[in-house]
């Protein structure tokens, strides 16, 4: 499984962005997808969680803002973020949790897209 993240930029205070993963190889893999944030002097956190059954969840700084979905089963997941801040200014990964059978698990990143949010 291979990600390749895109969509970051800069963006005003109160604007909008949205972030894509694209998801190639065994996507038959996944079970769950996760996208993180590192601000600078900071480690990697993750913001917001889609699985398989399409439950989602986030993290509270980005609740009721951020918006986690997929398209065409893993092929591409998708952060749609709403009324940016500073705070949400850094690095955004993408992330997936594999299944390698008969039994073990596995994570894949994609590189990193930044976001800069200005005030």
């Known amino acids: 499984v291979q990600l390749q993240a895109s969509g970051g930029g800069l963006v005003q205070h109160g604007g909008s962005l949205r972030l894509s993963c694209t998801v190639s190889?065994?996507?038959?893999?996944?079970?769950?997808m996760n996208w993180y944030r590192q601000t600078p002097g900071k480690q990697r956190d993750i913001i917001a969680t889609?699985?398989?059954?399409?439950?989602?969840h986030y993290e509270d700084s980005v609740k009721g803002r951020f918006i986690i979905s997929r398209r065409h089963g893993w092929n591409t997941v998708d952060l749609q973020m709403n009324n940016l801040n500073a705070e949400d200014t850094g690095v955004y990964f993408c992330n997936a949790n594999i299944q390698v059978p008969p039994s073990h698990y596995a994570t894949r990143w994609g590189q990193g897209t930044q976001v800069t949010v200005s005030s």
């Open positions: 190889g065994d996507t038959g893999s996944v079970y769950a």
């Open positions: 889609i699985t398989d059954n399409e439950s989602t």
